[in-house]
């Protein structure tokens, strides 16, 4: 599927690409400012019209220009320009900037990009004369003549998730209603995100007796497809937003806190995850962690000896690694993979919902015993992996702040569920009051009658009894109880080598590492 470009279509900034973006603008004479971004990115979405804007005002500087890329699109590449979240300014060529004659760049502080008039007096004073006209004859945040939007200035860095991946019910809808009536599944455009109210009838698809319930067994069985695809695309595009960027020959690699929290992270899904086939597949990725976990003595003075899990390595096992019937090329491109949602937010939503619930419905102690603590994995694997700084760090606050209960004793094993449902409708509601917009929060009444009493006030055991049949099947299922004309017959390709991948995967890492040789002698 073609990339949904923030600023495909702009006329005052330029999409890049990693093939020519060291001829373009890091062997450049002129000054470029260029924003990292990821199309799904809420805050992303909510910055591009102020980067814009920016960018506008300036383009009668021909020693000025403005560019962007796709970090969706582009990840290994972001990734080895050390941008960890998203969106991240970096300036170019700007004399008075540290790192701006660097192919990294120098960064911009984030609260200061997105202040148009002030990104204007900062470029003047850091090129030295050259950037900016005034701010002043040209539309600002505060100009009374210019229609107001709650996705701008201050407001931009506190609105937590992009809409269209907020709510799970409702982002669904459009685009597989356009399937059934036999369109291509294309995903929303991000730049226009919507999140219209949750249904008012039960249906989540179809309507009368084609109807599936939310809380229906078929609509369960799409969620583990999309929770699937969340994943692989989580594996590829986040594990190495915190990494130690190889420079000079040495690989990129994660290491230490980060990768325990990757190994938690994949532990608790082969722990937990609803399908048989899954937990076999996430098990090869555990022990790949694990044997990066455990290289001791290496050679950190010789490149490609440096202890940790090498991205190169992880990358081209994550080529041929299917999850379940889910291909691996949903890890590079997941919009046609996708069966209820259009978004990678709504498929880590959904994904988590999938495994609070399903580690819920563990017997009592089994994860206690294992020292797992659903909710703290959640939270790390957020805080780690997860590229949109705005949300990650509204979803710090919410925990931190022990929200919701967290930090009351009560029903252990159904808190992390109840949490996350609590922390969703947090978001949606966030993001409807940001946006002027009034929405049902969920399960809505036509999907749930019992989920809320007379008084309005929710029933949580009601709510997980929803929960449980909205995101958890009766059984525990293999590949052969799958419907695989609802995955496609790609998602068969690549089952086959995952152990072959593995053991490449050990191989070369035991190689590198000079561990091979020690088991050897």
Not at 237 to 261: C, M, N, Y
Request: aromatic share 8%; proline share 5%.
């Amino acid at each position: 599927a073609d990339a949904e470009g923030l600023f495909l279509h702009s006329p005052h900034v330029v999409e890049l690409e990693p093939s020519r973006f060291n001829q373009v603008v890091f062997l450049d004479t002129r000054a470029w400012m260029v924003v990292y971004y990821s199309e799904w990115c809420g805050h992303c979405v909510r910055y591009a019209p102020v980067f814009e804007r920016i960018a506008a005002a300036h383009e009668s500087h021909a020693e000025l220009k403005f560019g962007a890329i796709n970090c969706a699109q582009y990840g290994e590449f972001c990734g080895s320009r050390s941008v960890h979240a998203f969106p991240t300014v970096r300036a170019y060529h700007f004399p008075g900037l540290k790192g701006s004659f660097t192919e990294d760049g120098g960064e911009v502080p984030r609260n200061l990009a997105r202040q148009e008039e002030a990104i204007s007096d900062w470029m003047l004073t850091q090129r030295g004369g050259v950037a900016a006209t005034s701010a002043s004859s040209e539309p600002t945040l505060n100009d009374p003549g210019r229609p107001a939007s709650a996705a701008e200035g201050e407001n931009a860095s506190s609105v937590t998730e992009v809409a269209a991946g907020s709510a799970l019910e409702s982002i669904a809808l459009p685009m597989v209603a356009a399937a059934a009536a036999g369109s291509s599944l294309q995903p929303q455009s991000p730049k226009s995100p919507k999140s219209p109210s949750p249904s008012q009838s039960p249906c989540l698809l179809g309507a009368g007796e084609s109807c599936i319930l939310a809380n229906s067994q078929q609509a369960a069985a799409l969620r583990l497809v999309d929770a699937e695809v969340a994943i692989l695309y989580s594996l590829r595009q986040g594990t190495f937003l915190s990494a130690d960027v190889g420079k000079e020959g040495r690989p990129t690699v994660i290491q230490g806190e980060a990768l325990a929290d990757l190994l938690a992270w994949l532990t608790l899904l082969q722990t937990v995850f609803p399908s048989r086939r899954a937990r076999e597949h996430l098990g090869v990725l555990v022990k790949i962690a694990k044997s990066a976990s455990d290289t001791k003595g290496s050679n950190k003075s010789t490149p490609g000896d440096a202890p940790g899990l090498e991205q190169g390595m992880w990358l081209r096992t994550l080529d041929d690694f299917a999850l379940d019937l889910v291909p691996a090329q949903a890890g590079k491109d997941p919009a046609p993979h996708w069966r209820l949602c259009a978004l990678y937010p709504c498929g880590l939503w959904t994904l988590f919902h999938v495994v609070s619930v399903a580690a819920a419905e563990m017997p009592r102690d089994f994860l206690g015993a294992r020292q797992m603590d659903v909710l703290a994995i959640i939270e790390r694997f957020v805080e780690r992996f997860f590229g949109c700084d705005g949300c990650r760090r509204h979803f710090a606050e919410m925990y931190s702040s022990c929200l919701f209960n967290r930090c009351v004793k009560g029903s252990e094993d159904r808190k992390a569920a109840l949490w996350l449902w609590h922390a969703h409708n947090a978001v949606t509601s966030r993001i409807a009051e940001e946006e002027g917009r009034v929405v049902d929060l969920w399960p809505a009444k036509a999907q749930c009658q019992d989920c809320s009493g007379i008084d309005e006030q929710w029933q949580e055991e009601k709510v997980y009894d929803y929960l449980r049949q909205s995101y958890s099947l009766q059984k525990d299922i293999g590949t052969d109880e799958r419907e695989q004309d609802s995955l496609g017959e790609d998602g068969l390709v690549g089952g086959a080598v995952i152990a072959f991948a593995a053991l490449a995967y050990l191989a070369r890492h035991m190689i590198c590492t000079g561990s091979f040789r020690s088991k050897v002698r």
